[in-house]
Each structure stands twice: as structure tokens, then as C-alpha cells.
């Protein structure tokens, strides 16, 4: 995992890479509330071939996020997901659930979609909870 740069403005903290090559930040905090910049199946040598592969790079990469900021998967309240097929979903709810605790899955929401970043075929965004460092 990268170490994730905080910069802090008026009324958020910001969180990117310390090279970060893409115009977004990985995460920014607004009070407890963490909302997690769309992630996909990609890692240092770029996206990982298949739709399996693509969902567990893209789930172990929102988990390389959280665990930079402190927190775990138990914090994610709220994830969309974005498929280029949506046949593939028993596929993705296999290797998903498998990242949570059964009893606390965060809500969810899923779209199809016709082109993604990058050509990945799966991406997802969260929101995560968890009480601001006093």
C-alpha cells in the first residue's frame, strides 16, 4: 500500500498517494464520514486480467485504503458497484461477501455500465464511518 499523504483544507482532510498520478484523492474525510475515490482491479503492474481476479484486486485495494487511514472493512456503511455485466453478479457477491462479516454487510447499490476506467470490467466506491481523532 502506498502511504496516503493528508492535507488538510477548510473542512475536509484530503488523502493520496505522495505521487499520486491521477486527479482524484484516495479518500477524504469530512468529519466521520470517509468517502473512498472508485477503485478497480488494477495494482503496480496495472489491471489484473479477469473478472475474478479485477474484483479481489479492486476489494484488497479498498482494504489497502482503509487499513492506510486505520481502519478496517467493519467501517464501510455504504458501497456502489459499477459492472460492465451484470450477468457476473453471483460472480462478484461470491468473492464480495467474502471480505465482510455475514451479519454486517455495508447497503449497496449496483449499475450497469458500458465502459469503466482503465477497461476494468468491475469498479466500487465506499463510504466508510469512524470517529474523527480528537
Known amino acids: 500500500m502506498t502511504h496516503l499523504k493528508k492535507t488538510s483544507g477548510p473542512v475536509a482532510e484530503f488523502y493520496a498517494p505522495e505521487n499520486n498520478r491521477y486527479p482524484f484523492s484516495e479518500a ?15 495494482n503496480a503492474g496495472g489491471l489484473v486480467p479477469g473478472f475474478d481476479a479485477q474484483v479481489k484486486q479492486m476489494m484488497d485495494n479498498v482494504q489497502a485504503t482503509l487499513k492506510g487511514l486505520g481502519l478496517g472493512m467493519e467501517h ?5 458497484v459499477f459492472m460492465d455485466d451484470m450477468d457476473k453478479w ?25 465502459g469503466l476506467a482503465l477497461g476494468a470490467e468491475v469498479e466500487i466506491d465506499c463510504i466508510a464511518m469512524a470517529p474523527a481523532a480528537a
Do not use: E, H, M
Open 28 to 42: 477524504v474525510r469530512v468529519g466521520d464520514t470517509i468517502y473512498l475515490s472508485g477503485q478497480i482491479g488494477i
Open 90 to 114: 453471483p460472480a462478484f457477491n461470491a468473492i464480495y461477501v467474502s471480505y465482510f462479516d455475514a451479519a454486517r454487510l455495508p447497503a449497496r447499490s449496483a449499475f450497469g455500465a458500458s
Open 76 to 80: 464501510l456503511v455504504k458501497c456502489s
